[in-house]
């Protein structure tokens, strides 16, 4: 595991107060935030800052991490030393596990700890948060993908400790960007006896240069000869759920849009396929070709910049 | 031991739709904090009068996940809050669009 300088992260000294850490915390947060940011790597950024946070904007979170010491450097091979975070409740930690997982579940065993003074506490697992990336021709015909999420799991002692934990999912047909997909009971698991939380996956489309997702609804470029255009043509099309035969009708410009209904994503409501027309030039780079567009250019007697 | 090769399926939400309870659960708040945003009109678009048939989908999860970040993030205002995650919404809405329409 490698150690991580939260302070650096932040930008702030060791002994900052905690007041500074907000106020530093604050100011990343909105540089970066992914609505705003131009950085590209905003979100990776956002991640890191709230990682940091989570840990330094905890009183007790802090303190075990101000216990390991300010000897090492960001990056370095790390691991705890075998009596540190006793006086948390820690304990048992897996060395192998993410820097971070070290603090995370201190929050809720506290939580735990107070409460099971009083009587035997039960609670019901938390629910976890993910998003999954799919292929638009995944979102036609569904598919099955491995999610791994790192999830707590009791162990012999009853302490929780950081496992891998690799779900094979089914993402059905029809899913459109934003989706949710809610995994009953796969969150984590609940406290003395408690039922487990569940899992929510995020739907994410990866980028694909040949289409375009709103929503339900699909576009593409379709590129065309200026005859096809003018003349209309049936052409073949390769769209996203197969090839189709699309009548060009005649007259047609650039950038004009043909509808192909039901053919976006059959999600209940099916969304429709826009097929956008981009009209492609022969180069007139043989004797022939000039000799056609000169032709044309006589013939024709056209000034696109007269109305 | 999780079983990797057998694959789970699940609900799409939007389908199958969150109670109040869930919704919660689901962002680790008390229902009273769900309450208090479906009043405000930032939450449940579709949401009926009787709370017990309240329904959220994706859309509301996501949005009840960022509202909660920037009211504990800035200690924001609720309704400061809410017209955060509006312009954010339609902020992505226009870049979809923007896409869309082979304009980046």
């Known amino acids: 595991v490698e150690y991580k300088d939260y302070y650096k992260t932040l930008g702030v000294e060791r002994t900052a107060p905690a007041k500074e850490i907000k106020a530093a915390y604050r100011k990343l947060v909105r540089k970066y935030h992914p609505d705003v940011s131009k950085h590209k790597d905003a979100d990776e950024k956002t991640k890191e800052i709230n990682e940091a946070y989570d840990v330094l904007g905890d009183a007790e979170k802090r303190a075990a991490y101000d216990e390991l010491g300010p000897g090492f450097q960001q990056g370095q091979e790390f691991r705890p030393p075998p009596d540190w975070g006793a006086q948390h409740g820690f304990g048992g930690v897996n060395a192998e596990d993410l820097f971070a997982d070290l603090f995370a579940d201190l929050g809720r065993r506290g939580q735990a700890g107070r409460a099971g003074a009083r009587r035997t506490f039960q609670m019901p697992g938390d629910d976890i948060h993910a998003a999954i990336s799919i292929d638009l021709h995944d979102a036609y015909t569904g598919t099955t993908r491995a999610v791994v999420l790192r999830v707590p799991e009791p162990d012999a002692h009853g302490r929780p400790q950081m496992r891998e934990k690799t779900l094979s999912v089914n993402i059905p047909k029809g899913v459109t960007p934003g989706q949710q997909l809610r995994l009953a009971g796969q969150g984590h698991p609940g406290m003395g006896g408690g039922p487990p939380g569940d899992l929510y996956l995020e739907i994410q489309f990866n980028p694909d240069p040949r289409y375009r997702v709103e929503g339900v609804n699909v576009y593409q470029n379709v590129p065309v000869t200026p005859w096809e255009a003018a003349l209309g043509a049936n052409i073949a099309v390769q769209t996203p759920s197969g090839q189709v035969e699309v009548t060009v009708p005649p007259n047609s410009q650039a950038g004009r849009k043909l509808r192909l209904k039901g053919r976006g994503i059959p999600a209940r409501t099916p969304g429709d396929l826009y097929l956008i027309l981009e009209v492609v030039l022969p180069p007139a780079d043989t004797e022939r070709a000039r000799e056609l567009y000169a032709q044309m250019a006589r013939e024709l007697a056209f000034n696109p910049r007269q109305t | ?104």
């Open chain 2, 1 to 104: 031991m999780m079983q990797a090769n057998q694959p789970i399926s699940g609900v799409l939400l939007d389908e199958v739709a969150l109670s109040l309870d869930e919704l919660a659960h689901a962002v680790d708040v008390g229902p009273d904090w769900v309450v208090r945003h479906v009043q405000m009109g930032v939450l449940g678009f579709d949401a009926s009068v009787q709370v017990t048939t309240w329904r959220f989908g994706s859309r509301d999860l996501d949005r009840a996940r960022r509202l909660l970040r920037i009211e504990r993030d800035f200690e924001a205002n609720a309704d400061v809050a809410a017209l955060v995650i509006d312009l954010g919404d339609e902020i992505r809405r226009l870049r979809t669009r923007m896409r869309a329409l082979g304009v980046e």
